[in-house]
């Protein structure tokens, strides 16, 4: 049997029956994802090819029919597993509407939902979240694709949802870290240098780099970077010329903009905007 050879192509689009949520389908040969993360839940199907992305230290492999699901602000890759590369579809699904349906599952105010490294294999649970990714990208009747959509996700919490570990909380709780986060989140167009930084924590420019890159996952600049990026979705949601949402971000020039949005979404800024 021949192999297909899948190409670089994506569609990012929205529905109204999952606001603030974005949606993927897409297939990518020689796209490959550099080190970045996303606000929201990453809930992805392979649907055929293989991926292979960095995630929590390990290298994983996520094959056609595997969920290979991205808890919210964690650092991970990816890039094809094999030489024909992969497709699949993904549901960007908002912290707070997950949040709310474990609210709605459990009948009471629930943990934050967490779920492990390990990509997750089950077949059953696969067909639920295509059908529905399929279901709410024709937006034929919103009934039957939101029924869909609770399904799969509700699926996903009910089988796999876990807690999140002490050791990641605390972590993510480090005060030196936050304090650092949001003096990099402030004021994202002014320069900030290194030692700048580390004053704000009162360590030096060594230290300062290590315990942030350590906690997580990426230099200080490049998670700056990342703020920066997941702040142009709104403004380009709501139709801000790319050009304004690029000198408004801080970068450089709008070829700068372009070069790292591409990098972590797979398409440029106004094609994105455009679907």
């Given at each position: 049997m021949t192999s297909t050879r899948f190409r670089d192509s994506a569609r990012y689009w929205r529905t109204p029956l999952l606001p603030g949520a974005d949606l993927l389908t897409a297939e990518y040969h020689d796209h490959a994802f550099t080190p970045h993360w996303h606000d929201a839940y990453t809930i992805p199907v392979i649907e055929a090819g293989a991926e292979t992305y960095q995630y929590r230290g390990s290298r994983h492999v996520a094959e056609a029919g595997s969920v290979p699901v991205i808890n919210?602000?964690?650092?991970?890759?990816?890039?094809?597993?094999?030489?024909?590369?992969?497709?699949?579809?993904?549901?960007?699904?908002?912290?707070?509407?997950?949040?709310?349906?474990?609210?709605?599952?459990?009948?009471?105010?629930?943990?934050?939902?967490?779920?492990?490294?390990?990509?997750?294999?089950?077949?059953?649970?696969?067909?639920?979240?295509?059908?529905?990714?399929?279901?709410?990208?024709?937006?034929?009747?919103?009934?039957?694709?939101?029924?869909?959509?609770?399904?799969?996700?509700?699926?996903?919490?009910?089988?796999?949802?876990?807690?999140r570990p002490d050791a990641l909380q605390n972590a993510a709780d480090d005060p030196r870290v936050n304090a650092m986060k949001t003096r990099l989140s402030d004021e994202l167009a002014a320069p900030l240098t290194l030692a700048e930084l580390a004053d704000t924590v009162g360590l030096s420019p060594f230290h300062a780099a290590r315990l942030f890159t350590r906690t997580t996952g990426l230099a200080p600049h490049a998670w700056r970077n990342q703020i920066r990026l997941q702040r142009t979705l709104a403004p380009l949601r709501a139709g801000v010329p790319v050009t304004d949402v690029a000198a408004a971000s801080g970068f450089t020039d709008q070829s700068h903009f372009t070069r790292h949005f591409k990098r972590m979404f797979g398409v440029p800024p106004g094609r994105w905007q455009g679907n």
């Open positions: 919210p602000g964690e650092v991970h890759t990816g890039s094809r597993a094999i030489d024909e590369g992969w497709r699949y579809r993904v549901l960007y699904a908002p912290v707070d509407f997950l949040q709310q349906l474990a609210n709605d599952i459990a009948g009471a105010e629930a943990p934050l939902p967490w779920f492990d490294a390990d990509v997750i294999r089950d077949d059953d649970l696969a067909r639920r979240l295509s059908h529905a990714h399929q279901l709410l990208e024709v937006n034929g009747d919103p009934l039957a694709a939101h029924a869909a959509m609770l399904d799969a996700l509700s699926t996903l919490l009910v089988r796999y949802g876990r807690t």
